[in-house]
């Protein structure tokens, strides 16, 4: 087990989730079996404090849900140990894992969400595949077999309950959503906004109305786990949860082309960051629900 940062044990940092990943990594260890490893990861706080990072191997004859509880509990220990509180979620996005995490999550009481929502996590692997595995002995360099391609989930129409009077796409300067923290928000999620030369980068995004269910809206619009925006076609996707993708609208040739051209920008301009906002209208200063989403490769 590796706890990945040590803050003094008196330190008390705030009630956070949990993303997980729990698999095999590019590295075959002196039994020619590959490594499995789990990676634990507080969700990125928008104050930019370092997250709680765990890791611990598995040998690969036990990769099974008893191990994997066992190793929560040592990791829920060591967290404690520094600080952390217990976590409110544990947000774990492999389909294939999803029925071990969860068995074992139960062992504990922890709620498991199945998503993709875990940003903090995958920066994380991402880092790791770059930095820290290349280094290891039995790591396998050159072309691997790429994964099967998962089919996409068809895409059905947002619920009712999630459909506001109207809509409209806009976009934020960078340098705004830095004082997102500041705004009066009832439902939502924040991401850290990193420091940037260039604070006017548009951040695009979708803003929904509903004059008298704005709040209804947003709550449930947060119980689908949004992810990102993409462009399908001439259709505007909200990808969410583990797997489901959302029919926001259908959009003509000409604004399709205009939306799926900002989202790129802001992937390679400002981290692939987006936006959605719920109000009561244009004019409301206050947002019944606001999360930040983020464009990032899966895996």
């Known amino acids: 087990m590796i706890a990945a940062n040590t803050p003094n044990i008196t330190d008390q940092h705030p009630k956070t989730d949990w993303e997980l990943d729990f698999y095999s990594r590019p590295i075959l260890e002196s039994d020619g079996k590959k ?3 789990l990676l634990i990861s507080s969700s990125q706080d928008p104050s930019g404090t370092a997250p709680f990072r765990w890791v611990k191997r598995c040998p690969a004859g036990e990769v099974n849900s008893l191990w994997l509880t066992d190793a929560l509990r040592e ?5 404690q140990e520094q600080g952390w509180e217990a ?4 947000r774990c996005w492999r389909i294939s894992m999803r029925t071990m995490v969860q068995r074992a999550a139960a062992e504990l009481g922890i709620e498991v969400i199945p998503s993709r929502r875990t940003y903090a996590l995958l920066d994380w692997l991402a880092e790791r595949e770059r930095d820290v595995y290349p280094l290891e002995e039995g790591y396998m360099a050159g072309p ?3 994964p099967p391609t998962p089919i996409p989930t ?9 459909r506001g009077d109207a809509w409209s796409w806009a976009s934020l300067p960078l340098g705004l959503l830095r004082e997102a923290q500041e705004w009066p928000i009832g439902f939502g999620g924040l991401l ?6 260039n604070d006017n980068i548009p951040v695009p995004g979708v803003r929904m109305f509903s ?5 209804a809206l947003a709550g449930w619009l947060g119980g689908l786990e949004p992810v990102c925006l993409a462009v399908d076609g001439t259709q505007l996707m909200l990808e969410a949860g583990q797997d489901d993708r959302w029919l926001v609208t259908d959009l003509d040739d000409k604004t399709a082309t205009a939306v799926q051209q900002s989202l790129l920008e802001a992937r ?3 981290g692939g960051l987006q936006f959605i906002s719920v109000q009561t209208s244009p004019e409301e200063k206050r947002f019944a629900g606001f999360w930040m989403l983020r464009d990032l490769p899966q895996p």
């Open 87 to 90: 976590p409110l979620r544990l």
């Open 154 to 162: 068809p895409p059905v129409p947002l619920p009712e309950a999630v």
């Open 75 to 79: 990791a829920l220990k060591d967290s």
């Open 35 to 37: 490594r499995w490893e």
């Open 211 to 215: 004059q008298t269910r704005a709040l």
């Open 144 to 146: 691997l077999a790429p």
């Open 268 to 270: 390679e301009q400002a």
């Open 192 to 197: 850290p906004v990193g420091a940037n030369d």
